[in-house]
């Protein structure tokens, strides 16, 4: 698993962008702490474990529908993303930067996904 994660540059970019999530949370207020908090924290962080859980499968289907997944998570995250904006929570440049980063990832894994079903 450590070499894929070596030369996987979605897996890379994606966990980079959780860490940045994760320390612009920490300043959520904490009567979000199991709400909007909570919530973002799983969609990020289940963007990274789709993938990785993909890459330990030996079914070129099994992986895709697991990057699948990952790619909902992200589209999921993005929104809250959005959402933790608009209700002040994320600053709009912090927010730029996510949106940023994600739709980058969400580029790249899109391409991945369809690679992979096409049969190439």
């Known amino acids: 698993m450590q070499s894929v994660w070596k030369e996987n540059i979605i897996l890379r970019k994606a966990s980079s962008l ?4 994760y320390q612009i949370i920490k300043t959520f207020p904490t009567s979000e702490r199991f709400g909007l908090t909570s919530q973002l924290n799983r969609a ?3 963007v990274i474990l789709n993938m990785i859980e993909g890459y330990s499968r030996f079914s070129r289907t099994e992986h ?4 699948e997944m990952s790619f909902a998570s992200l589209k999921e995250s993005q929104y809250l993303i959005e959402f933790c ?6 600053k709009e440049d912090n927010s730029r ?9 969400s580029r790249m894994l899109y391409a ?5 079903r096409i049969g190439r």
């Open 44 to 46: 990020i962080v289940s």
């Open 18 to 21: 959780a860490h940045l999530v």
């Open 85 to 90: 904006t608009e209700e002040g929570f994320i």
């Open 112 to 116: 991945k996904i369809m690679t992979m």
């Open 97 to 105: 930067e996510l949106l940023s980063q994600s739709e980058e990832i």
């Open 64 to 67: 895709a529908r697991f990057l």
